[in-house]
């Protein structure tokens, strides 16, 4: 089970960090996504890591602007948001890979088998 948290209502130019912690299960040999859903829209990619944190993966809006990173000990992804904008409003997703020690980050839904809950992001202008 993966729990996300840490969204919230923010101002444009704001930061947020998110977090991605699972239960009952060690996804430390998982790639580990993050992807959001607006209203109205489909459920797209954000940003992800591989198992081993040496290979990241970002979606062209958000590059710059946030980073991912991981602690296997602690069986958590974090999501870092800076320099917000209203468009990157929607609800936060994180996902583990369907393959163990995968050496790339997929960016399709189908790539990931496992996912949390999400949590919402509002930007307000």
């Known amino acids: 089970q993966l729990q996300a948290s840490g969204g919230g209502l923010v101002q444009a130019g704001a930061s947020l960090r998110l977090s991605c912690a699972a239960s009952g299960r060690t996804l430390s040999s998982r790639v580990m996504g993050w992807f959001r859903q607006a209203p109205g829209k489909e459920r797209e990619f954000v940003i992800g890591?591989?198992?081993?944190?040496?290979?990241?993966d970002y979606a062209d809006s958000v590059k710059g602007r946030f980073t991912i990173a991981r602690d296997n000990a602690k069986n958590t992804v974090y999501l870092q948001m800076n320099m917000l904008k209203p468009e990157d409003t929607a609800v936060y997703y994180c996902?583990?890979?369907?393959?163990?020690?995968?050496?790339?980050?997929?960016?399709?839904?189908?790539?990931?088998?496992?996912w949390g809950q999400g949590t919402q992001v509002t930007v307000s202008s």
């Open positions: 890591i591989t198992w081993s944190g040496t290979r990241t």
């Open positions: 996902a583990a890979g369907r393959i163990t020690y995968e050496t790339r980050v997929g960016t399709t839904t189908r790539s990931y088998e496992y």
